[in-house]
């Protein structure tokens, strides 16, 4: 899902040094391929209306030739004319490091498994549906595009202050959990919500968690849980606003500064935070 740290320090047997290996599009099962096209049509149908208008546009971006789960070859072609992106399977979790020095590149790496259609809606580990379906149509937004790619080389000055747990949660609350204001309401882009059928509904509609603006320093500073839906979710303006706090933030001197700061538990409200929505937190 991100850049979680990996039980592994090098490359499975099969993976290249840069722990790539081949999609194997022509291995999957033809069951394989009605698992995606379920999902994709349930978790489209879904998020008409609730998703930000840039990812319905990259939707488009998957919709192969070929029917069922996307040839990696023939969206990162696609995907390469549009923003400079590339889509290359991984074996599984890979390290920080592989993981940042592929984003900075512009190649985003995803599972090449699916879940089975006894696992439709429970998953631990990121597969080809939450990977391709969940990130790629943003992939195709420019400032999007631009921010991942920021987000790569952050990743690897991160490594150097020894910040990469205060980093980390600038992905999970934006990349897989983010909120972004459309006009009045509020809309979804974060691929661990849009990828999800539960947690699309309760991040917008359920009165349990709270929705608070985003701040880049109170990012950083909020843990997650990885365990159940968010209790907060933050809210970014738009994704030029994300991109530029994030290209003006002079990492130095932000880690120093939150190094004396203290992490801020899931689900509490601080005074200075901008609230959309004050959760109930009934769900915990
Ligand atoms: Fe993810």
Known sequence: MGADSTILDAPPPGAAADWTVPQAWAGY??????????LFARQSAMLRGRVVPDFVAGLDMLRMSKPGIPDFEELSA????????RVVAVPGLVPDAIFFEHLAN???VAGR????ADQIDYLQEPDVFHDVFG????LAQPVFADYMQAYGEGGL??????AIDRLARLYWYTVEFGLIRTGEALSLYGAGIVSSFGES?????????HRIGFDLKRVMRTRYRIDDYQQNYFVIDSFDDLLRQTLEADFAPLYADLAGAPDIDPGILL????????GTQRHT
């Not at 990130?135 to 943003?138: C, K, R, T």
């Not at 000055?157 to 020894?162: E, I, N, Q, T, V």
């Not at 005074?271 to 004050?278: L, V, Y």
């Open 29 to 38: 099962t033809a069951e394989e391929h009605a698992v995606w096209d379920h």
């Open 78 to 85: 696609r995907l390469m004319a549009a923003t400079g992106w």
């Open 106 to 108: 512009r190649r985003f």
């Open 113 to 116: 498994f699916i879940r089975r």
């Open 135 to 138: 990130h790629v149509p943003l």
């Open 157 to 162: 000055r991160a490594m150097r202050h020894g």
């Open 201 to 209: 509904t309760f991040a917008l509609d359920d009165p349990s968690p």
């Open 271 to 278: 005074e200075s935070d901008q609230i959309f929505s004050r």
